[in-house]
């Protein structure tokens, strides 16, 4: 599996870089760290053609502008939701976990069932709502990039701005819904799997159990 994890911002958020065999790459939540993303990228001669945010707090996204600036081909993907939250302190807690972020503009804003193409790598696009309104897990193959929506045994917080206990439960059940074997990225902490999850998370259980 191509994939690296960045530990990136002041809460050292799980930023992720995963490329194709032509060398093409997408990022996964910058959150602060732009220059040591980069530099990755071009140890290893990757083209970025993409920076796919899971959702609009600062410590996901603190970094999209400054790694724009550096790969301007690359095209910023959001849930359009959470565009709000881009240059407003306070909704995306930029003020308080990435006062360096600064104001972008997504080249792309996608919805639920949208997909993303980088070289021979598809992204498709779940909404899953409930830690922000405009929440996106993205899912590559086998691979889901949950943001922080499911974490390995826990869930995301829903007491922040935007946060709904009842979407998060919703969308927790729409990812326990999903067949088959799938390895976890979420926004921090350990990578788990979607089996591990679906035995020993409580959150997740009691999602899946709600009609």
């Known amino acids: ?11 050292g958020t ?11 790459c997408v990022v996964v939540d910058c959150g602060g760290d732009a220059d040591k993303v ?3 990228i071009n140890e290893h001669g990757f083209t970025p053609t993409h920076l796919l945010l899971t959702h609009g707090h600062g410590d996901h996204m603190g970094g999209a502008a400054d790694l724009k600036e550096r790969f301007p081909q690359m095209q910023i993907v959001l849930g359009q939701k959470d ?40 992204f498709v696009v779940m909404e899953t709502p409930g830690h922000t309104p405009g929440g996106i897990s993205y899912i590559k193959g086998n691979e889901i990039y949950c943001g922080d929506t499911l974490f390995q045994g826990s869930m995301g917080r829903t007491d922040l701005y935007g946060g709904d206990d009842a ?29 591990d999850e679906k035995l020993a998370n409580p959150f997740l259980k009691r999602a899946i159990q709600m009609d």
């Open 167 to 195: 979407a998060m439960f919703s969308s927790l059940k729409r990812l326990g819904s999903l067949q088959g074997y799938y390895k976890v990225f979420p926004g921090h902490g350990s990578a788990t799997n979607l089996e």
């Open 1 to 11: 599996m191509n994939l690296e994890i960045i530990h990136v911002g002041l809460l």
């Open 83 to 122: 565009l709000e939250m881009i240059g407003d302190g306070e909704k995306s807690m930029s003020n308080a976990v990435a006062p360096y972020a600064r104001p972008f503009t997504p080249d792309v804003l996608v919805k639920d069932g949208d997909r993303i193409q980088s070289g021979s790598m598809e």
């Open 38 to 40: 980069a530099d990755f």
């Open 14 to 24: 799980n930023c992720y870089v995963t490329w194709d065999d032509q060398k093409y």
